[in-house]
C-alpha cells in the first residue's frame, strides 16, 4: 500500500527564488511567509504561503503543520477566486485561545489553475478506470495526470524544507493535508499514498463523482465500485491515522450524501470506527463554497488537531 519515499536534501537556497520569500513582521495574528517560486522537480514550480502562529519566534517550541490546498482561498481576500475565505489563520487563533488545539504552522500551496483537475484526481484511481469513465473525463484533464508528481512535490521537496527551515513536529501524527472539493481528492490521496508521512487529513466537500455528479447509472455504479477498490486497496486499515469528511446539501454538495455515505461504508468495511478514526457530517442548507467551509473550520480543525479518547 505504501510507497517507498525516499527523502531528498534540500539547500536551503531553495526557499528564495525568482525574487525570494517575502516575510510580513510577526504580530498577534501570526506571520506570513510568501514563496512565489519554489522550484520543483516534479511540477516546474509552485506558490507557497507560509503562517506562523503567534509566539513562533520566541522560544523553541515545535509545531505541528496543516498543509492546505488553494492557498489563494485560505488567508487574503485580495488574492481570493471569490472574493471568500476560509480565514484559517484566524480559526487557529480561536482555537488555541479556547485551548482546543495547541497551535500549528499551516502551508498553503496554490492551485495549479487550469491544471488543477489533472493535478488533484487520484492518478491511481483513474488508471483503474473503465475507458467509457476515462472518456468522460478526459476532456477535464487537459494533459496527462500529474497528481502522483503532486505528492511527490509534497513529500520529497515541500515537506523536506518546512521541517528544515521551520522548528516542526515532522513525524506523521503532527502531518495534516487538508482540501475541498477537488482539493479533499489529492487530500484522501496523500493520506492513501503516504501513510507513513500524513498521518491527518481533512477532505471537505469531497467530489466523489470526479467530474460530472450526473452519471448514468451504470457508470456511477462503475465508479463507486473503483473508489471501493481503491480505497480497501491503497487506503487499508487506520493504523492510527484519522480523517475528517463533510457535505452540505446545496449547490453542488447537494450531489455529495450518497457517495459519502457509500465511503463510510467502504471505510468500516477495511476497519475504520466512525468517531475515533474518521467523521463524517453534514451540514444542512450549506453550500459548495469558501464562507460555507470558513463557517465550519473550527469543527474540522478541532477535531482533526484536537486530543481524542485514544489518543
Same mark, same amino acid.
Given at each position: 500500500?505504501?510507497?517507498l519515499?525516499?527523502?531528498?536534501?534540500?539547500?536551503?537556497?531553495?526557499?528564495?527564488?525568482?525574487?525570494g520569500?517575502?516575510?510580513?513582521?510577526?504580530?498577534?495574528?501570526?506571520?506570513?511567509?510568501?514563496?512565489?517560486?519554489?522550484?520543483? *522537480?516534479?511540477?516546474g #514550480?509552485?506558490?507557497?504561503?507560509?503562517?506562523?502562529?503567534?509566539?513562533?519566534?520566541?522560544?523553541?517550541k515545535?509545531y505541528?503543520?496543516?498543509?492546505?490546498?488553494? $492557498? &489563494?482561498?485560505?488567508?487574503?481576500?485580495?488574492?481570493?477566486?471569490?472574493?471568500?475565505?476560509w480565514? $484559517?489563520?484566524?480559526?487557529?487563533?480561536?482555537?488555541? =485561545?479556547?485551548? $482546543?488545539i495547541?497551535?500549528?504552522?499551516?502551508? %498553503?500551496?496554490? #492551485?495549479?489553475?487550469?491544471?488543477r =483537475?489533472?493535478?488533484?484526481?487520484?492518478?491511481?484511481?483513474?488508471?483503474?478506470?473503465?475507458?467509457?469513465?476515462k $472518456?468522460?473525463?478526459?476532456p477535464?484533464?487537459?494533459?496527462?495526470?500529474?497528481?502522483?508528481?503532486?505528492?511527490?512535490?509534497?513529500? #520529497?521537496?515541500?515537506?523536506?524544507?518546512?521541517?528544515?527551515?521551520?522548528?516542526t513536529?515532522?513525524? /506523521?501524527?503532527?502531518?495534516?493535508?487538508?482540501? *475541498?472539493?477537488? %482539493?479533499a481528492?489529492?487530500?484522501?490521496?496523500?493520506? =492513501? &499514498?503516504?501513510?507513513?508521512?500524513?498521518?491527518?487529513?481533512a477532505?471537505?466537500?469531497? +467530489?466523489?463523482?470526479l467530474?460530472?455528479?450526473?452519471? #448514468?447509472?451504470?457508470?456511477?455504479?462503475?465508479?463507486?465500485?473503483?473508489?471501493?477498490?481503491?480505497?480497501?486497496?491503497h487506503? %487499508?486499515?487506520?493504523?492510527?491515522? /484519522?480523517?475528517?469528511f463533510? +457535505?452540505?446539501?446545496?449547490?453542488?454538495?447537494?450531489?455529495?450524501g450518497p457517495?459519502q455515505t457509500?465511503?463510510?461504508?467502504?471505510?468500516?468495511?477495511?476497519?475504520?470506527?466512525?468517531? /475515533?478514526d474518521?467523521?463524517?457530517?453534514?451540514?444542512?442548507? =450549506?453550500?459548495?463554497?469558501?464562507?460555507?467551509?470558513?463557517?465550519?473550520?473550527?469543527?474540522?480543525f478541532?477535531?482533526?488537531?484536537?486530543? +481524542?479518547?485514544?489518543?
Open positions: 500500500m505504501a510507497r519515499l525516499v527523502w531528498i536534501t534540500v539547500p536551503l537556497a531553495a526557499l528564495l527564488l525568482a525574487g520569500g517575502h516575510a510580513a513582521k510577526p504580530g498577534r495574528g501570526g506571520s506570513f511567509v510568501d514563496l512565489p517560486k519554489l522550484a520543483s *522537480s516534479n511540477i #514550480s509552485a506558490h507557497v504561503t507560509i503562517w506562523l502562529p503567534p509566539g513562533y519566534g520566541r522560544g523553541k515545535r505541528g503543520v496543516v498543509y492546505m490546498q488553494d $492557498a &489563494e482561498n485560505l488567508f487574503f481576500l485580495k488574492k481570493s477566486n471569490f472574493n471568500k475565505v480565514a $484559517a489563520d484566524k480559526s487557529v487563533l480561536r482555537l488555541v =485561545a479556547n485551548k $482546543a495547541e497551535p500549528v504552522i499551516i502551508v %498553503g500551496i496554490y #492551485s495549479p489553475g487550469a491544471d =483537475a489533472r493535478t488533484y484526481l487520484p492518478q491511481r484511481l483513474y488508471e483503474s478506470l473503465t475507458p467509457g469513465l $472518456a468522460e473525463i478526459d477535464l484533464l487537459k494533459g496527462r495526470m500529474q497528481s502522483d508528481a503532486y505528492l511527490r512535490f509534497l513529500v #520529497s521537496e515541500l515537506k523536506p524544507i518546512i521541517d528544515m527551515r521551520y522548528r513536529l515532522a513525524d /506523521r501524527d503532527h502531518t495534516a493535508i487538508m482540501g *475541498s472539493s477537488m %482539493g481528492l489529492i487530500s484522501l490521496y496523500a493520506i =492513501a &499514498e503516504y501513510p507513513g508521512v500524513f498521518g491527518l487529513a477532505c471537505v466537500s469531497t +467530489h466523489w463523482p467530474v460530472n455528479p450526473l452519471l #448514468s447509472d451504470s457508470r456511477r455504479g462503475e465508479l463507486r465500485a473503483a473508489w471501493d477498490q481503491y480505497l480497501t486497496d487506503l %487499508g486499515p487506520p493504523n492510527g491515522r /484519522r480523517i475528517w463533510d +457535505h452540505g446539501d446545496q449547490t453542488l454538495d447537494g450531489f455529495y457517495w457509500a465511503a463510510d461504508v467502504t471505510l468500516m468495511r477495511i476497519g475504520w470506527q466512525p468517531q /475515533r474518521f467523521e463524517t457530517r453534514s451540514y444542512p442548507g =450549506a453550500a459548495h463554497e469558501e464562507n460555507a467551509w470558513a463557517a465550519r473550520l473550527d469543527e474540522i478541532g477535531w482533526l488537531l484536537g486530543p +481524542h479518547v485514544n489518543d
